[in-house]
């Protein structure tokens, strides 16, 4: 007897997703040692993570319609391939501009997710399919778990290019497994890209990005900057004006009309921001000098803060089944209430110089419990709220939000801890008092309350949602019973 589709698919999938995850975070807590090394502010160094994510916005929806049209496992492979060359090319950058130029290439890689939902949502039946989900999403905790303290050794005692290097034979090893045991789609839907309209929100969020990066050395309220700020918004308006317009929008905006789909989307760049600014900031938090840091090294920093990512790995298969059991609607109105409270705590301890390490372990532990949740619950209605022939497409955008989170989130912390900084005495030079400025605790309370302001937003949307899976009719109907998804048909119609 052959096993099944989940026990043939997903350990390869599951593989390559922590894989990635695991490229993209063990860089993490060597940046604040890049800033040093390259002789680059904080919100230079946040680029270091937000190019990538950058790239990865760029490029998803583009790979969502080649998959849709020739084929998802063609598409990962030739992903794979580009992919493998920039891990190259980043591992030996002789600059920073070409770190960070590689990373953006590097961003290709963030389409791996969505093509597996893609290929597990053809596989699967109903009852299988939010489990499955649940732990690709998870993965994110598995690939951090392994990144935080093994990239932090590696980076310790030979270099973050190193770090990198490790990944290399293990994508080849995962490409071939690819190409041996992945079977090609067989539905193929192809449609014109438009590529005017990613170039336009690129441009939005370019401009934003450099305005929030140099923000703290133009000022907040200066002619540049605010002309960055300016200039970004007219590419958006420049961009929905152009979805509405064509055929073949890069971003079907009409779909928004349905919270079923509007509330996932927008949950994936609250969840994506939420991330990427939290982990962005306590590392500076942990590592940073006494006072105003713990003063920690890159390996304490990464052993630290690999049980957190863990709990990632605990709460995706979880709250896929519970959402069996009680609906996702329930889930996804509490689970950003839960990151919130996590988040509004650490910024308020945050203020106080006799917080622990202890204590900011625990408040992320709550924090990431509710983007946890945020983030198998948002995937799975996403999921079963679109047609087979849009899936590919629409999980595309899914990314493109998700990255949009992920691009702003460490260019805002960098940003405010670039503003908000505080004169530290280091001694005295031929009698004259030295001073080094450091991020203060002001700087860490905005970070962690902007956090729990966009989950609070979430929290808010999410009750404008329909809920799609009921116990009763899951009994009922029993093993994909349905192709174009009648789960799908029935929130439509509602």
């Given amino acids: 007897m052959s096993p099944s589709p989940m026990r043939r698919y997903l350990p390869v999938l599951t593989s390559l997703s922590v894989l990635t995850m695991y490229v993209e975070m ?16 904080s919100s230079e160094a946040a680029w270091v993570l937000s190019a990538e994510t950058l790239g990865g916005l760029l490029v998803s929806p583009v790979i969502g319609k080649t998959a849709d049209a020739y084929g998802k496992k063609r598409t990962l492979l030739s992903i794979l391939a580009i992919y493998t060359a920039s891990v ?6 002789p600059s920073f501009a070409f770190l960070v130029a590689f990373r953006a290439i590097q961003g290709v890689g963030l389409a791996v997710n969505p093509i597996a939902y893609t290929i597990l949502r053809e596989n699967l039946d109903k009852r299988e399919l939010p489990i499955a989900q649940g732990i690709i999403a998870s993965t994110f905790a598995v690939g951090a778990a392994v990144a935080l303290p093994i990239g932090s050794f590696i980076s310790q005692y030979y270099s973050w290019q190193f770090a990198y290097q490790t990944a290399i034979p293990i994508l080849l090893t995962m490409s071939w497994l690819i190409f041996r045991y992945i079977p090609e789609s067989k539905v193929r839907v192809k449609e014109p890209t438009d590529y005017l309209g990613i170039l336009l929100l690129g441009g939005a969020f370019l401009s934003a990005g450099i305005s929030l990066t140099e923000a703290s050395s133009w000022g907040w309220l200066s002619l540049n900057t605010l002309t960055g700020f300016l200039l970004s918004a007219l590419f958006l308006v420049a961009f929905v004006k152009r979805e509405k317009s064509t055929d073949t929008p890069f971003i079907e905006l009409s779909e928004l009309s349905n919270p079923n789909v509007a509330v996932p989307l927008v949950a994936s760049f609250v969840s994506g921001f939420g991330l990427f600014l ?3 900031s306590i590392i500076y938090l942990f590592e940073l000098p006494k006072p105003e840091g713990f003063g920690m090294d890159i390996i304490s920093t990464g052993i630290t803060l690999a049980p957190v990512s863990l709990i990632m790995l605990v709460v995706g298969p979880l709250f896929g089944r519970l959402s069996l059991r009680v609906g996702i609607r329930p889930i996804l109105l509490l689970t950003p209430l839960v990151a919130a409270l996590g988040s509004l705590l650490l910024g308020i301890e945050s203020l106080s110089y006799s917080l622990t390490t202890y204590d900011v372990v625990v408040l992320m532990f709550l924090s990431m419990v509710g983007i946890g949740g945020m983030t198998i619950s948002r995937i799975t209605l996403l999921m079963v709220s679109t047609s087979e022939k849009r899936l590919a497409t629409i999980t595309g955008t899914n990314t493109s939000m998700r990255l949009m989170g992920n691009t702003l989130g460490p260019v805002l912390a960098s940003s405010l801890m670039d503003t908000f900084k505080v004169p530290i005495y280091e001694g005295m030079v031929r009698g004259v008092p030295l001073f080094v400025f450091l991020p203060g605790r002001e700087a860490f309370f905005l970070i962690f309350a902007t956090s729990a302001i966009s989950s609070l937003i979430t929290a808010a949307i999410s009750t404008r949602i329909k809920e799609v899976y009921k116990r009763s009719e899951l009994q009922r109907d029993g093993p994909r019973t349905v192709n174009e998804s009648s789960v799908y048909t029935r929130v439509r119609e509602s």
């Fill in 26 to 41: 063990v860089v993490l807590p060597s940046l604040y040692h890049i800033e040093t090394q390259f002789d680059v502010s």
């Fill in 88 to 93: 190259i090319f980043t591992s030996i950058s």
């Fill in 278 to 280: 939290m982990f962005q």
